[in-house]
C-alpha cells in the first residue's frame, strides 16, 4: 500500500495549489481519504476527507468555502483543491487511508485510526 502525495510549493497569499495524493496496492471501495496537515510547533489536524460510501465529504470550518477534496476514480488519486490561500494555510500536508465507507458524525476520525501516510507535502503562504 503506498500514497504519494504532490502538488505543494510557495504561493502568495490569494492564490491556488491543487494537492494530489495518488494511490496504490489496495482497492478503495471501502476506505475513507483524509488530508491532514502539520505545521511547526502545532499538533496534526484534520483538513478535510471524503468517504466512499456515499462521496460525502467534511471540511474543517478553517478551510470552509475555500477547500475542495475530490476524487479521480480512473487514477485511484484524490484531490485537495486550495483556493485563497492565507499564510495560516502554511503546513505539510499528508494524505491518509482508513478503512471503512463512512464518515463520522462529527468529522474525519482521529489521526490514529489511518493506517496508511503518505509522506507530505509541504505548502508555504508567505506572510
Known amino acids: 500500500v503506498q500514497l504519494v502525495e504532490s502538488g505543494g510549493g510557495l504561493v502568495q497569499a490569494g492564490g491556488s495549489l491543487r494537492l494530489s495524493c495518488a494511490a496504490s496496492g489496495f482497492t478503495f471501495d471501502n476506505y475513507i481519504i483524509a488530508w491532514f496537515r502539520q505545521s511547526p510547533g502545532k499538533e496534526r489536524e484534520e483538513v478535510s476527507c471524503i468517504g466512499s460510501g456515499d462521496g460525502s465529504t467534511f471540511y474543517t470550518d478553517s478551510v470552509k468555502g475555500r477547500f475542495t477534496i475530490s476524487k479521480d476514480n480512473a487514477k485511484d488519486t484524490w484531490y485537495l483543491q486550495m483556493n485563497s490561500l492565507k499564510p495560516g494555510d502554511t503546513a505539510v500536508y499528508y494524505c491518509?487511508?482508513?478503512?471503512?465507507?463512512?464518515?463520522?458524525?462529527?468529522?474525519?476520525?482521529?489521526?490514529?485510526?489511518?493506517?496508511?501516510w503518505g509522506q507530505g507535502t509541504q505548502v508555504t503562504v508567505p506572510s
Open positions: 491518509a487511508a482508513r478503512y471503512g465507507a463512512w464518515l463520522s458524525g462529527d468529522g474525519c476520525y482521529p489521526d490514529y485510526q489511518y493506517a496508511y
